[in-house]
């Protein structure tokens, strides 16, 4: 019986069909092993399936060409966590292969289940991170969860919320932001850049813009603003709130959209996850992350302390919602 429960959970899982999988601590209980399963397990039988379970992770370690053809055609549209996802089934299709056809003593039985148990567990995981946008295209697809970006941003529409995630999870892959330090604080960056991704614009009038970064001004010219009316013209947009000529010139080249001509596309949620992205590469603003010095980050952004306070604030609450270390 156990042994067609675990194929089970192992096809459903192959499948991507979580809902599908059984409840493993109930089928623990039924088969009478949940009050053995972490007990020390010493019988021959256990011994021999534990050796044949790591000799097959031994050789699917060996044979990687093999196994990464196979992930490449099973989750070629996925992210690098759906590749991780599959090999977690490949592994487990592996050591029921290796336990053979005839029936297994108890204590082996024990074994796959447990061998299970912390697979599924790794799985669930796995899972749960790319439930944010799980669309066909994988380019969408990304760590961060519907329900992880509302505690950031609790005040902000859930709608909007939803119709931004899909291109912050993409901006975060395309920067490198893989780690939960650096998306942490990329979130942070973003959530006061943009008032809790109330808007991608930034607040004010073309007046006060071209006062503040008119190309009369020290800091209009350090932004490569040349014209009267630049101020305004390349006042901050985007998910980082890109600012001057120069920076809009650049984020457009990267992206492959004429920003300087049509400064406005910035703003739009298609464009402005991806300039970001440009800033944060560019800018090598991972190797602050990974130092967690989220000062660093904001004077690089911001150009000296404005709202560090509440930045840090919103890199420690994106700190505690992904589970950094």
């Known amino acids: 019986m156990v042994r067609g429960v675990f194929q089970a ?12 999988v059984p409840d493993v601590n109930e089928l623990l209980r039924q088969t009478g092993l949940a009050d053995t399963v972490d007990t020390s397990i010493v019988t021959d039988e256990h011994n021999a399936a534990v050796d044949r379970i790591r000799g097959v992770k031994q050789r699917l370690t060996t044979q990687h060409e093999g196994i990464a053809a196979k992930v490449a055609s099973a989750a070629k549209r996925g992210t690098e966590l759906n590749r991780d996802i599959w090999n977690e089934v490949c592994d487990l299709r592996s050591a029921l292969q290796a336990a053979g056809t005839k029936t297994l003593p108890a204590s082996t039985e024990v074994a796959l289940i447990e061998h299970l148990r912390t697979s599924l567990r790794t799985i669930g995981k796995k899972y749960e991170a790319v439930a944010g946008d799980n669309r066909a295209d994988g380019d969408t697809m990304g760590p961060l969860t519907p329900e992880q970006l509302k505690s950031l941003a609790s005040k902000t529409d859930s709608d909007t919320l939803r119709k931004y995630l899909p291109y912050l999870n993409k901006a975060m892959r395309d920067a490198g932001i893989t780690t939960p330090e650096r998306e942490a604080a990329f979130l942070a960056q973003i959530i006061h850049e943009t008032d809790k991704l109330k808007t991608l614009t930034e607040y004010g009038d073309a007046d006060y813009f071209n006062g503040l970064y008119g190309p009369h001004t020290p800091v209009g010219r350090s932004l490569g603003n ?29 992206i ?6 049509h400064p406005e596309k910035a703003a739009e949620p298609k464009h402005a996850f ?47 919602v992904l589970d950094a270390d």
């Open 9 to 20: 959970m192992v096809d459903h899982l192959g499948i991507g069909d979580k809902a599908a």
């Open 226 to 254: 040349t014209r009267s009316g630049d101020g305004a013209r390349y006042a901050g947009r985007g998910a980082l709130q890109i600012t001057g000529r120069s920076n809009y010139r650049e984020a457009g080249k990267a």
């Open 256 to 261: 492959g959209v004429d920003l300087e001509k």
């Open 274 to 320: 991806d300039v970001a992205a440009w800033y944060w590469k560019t800018h090598h603003l991972n190797d602050d992350a990974d130092k967690s010095d989220i000062d660093a980050i904001t004077r690089e952004i911001n150009g000296g302390t404005n709202g560090d306070a509440e930045r840090r604030k919103y890199y420690d609450k994106a700190r505690d």
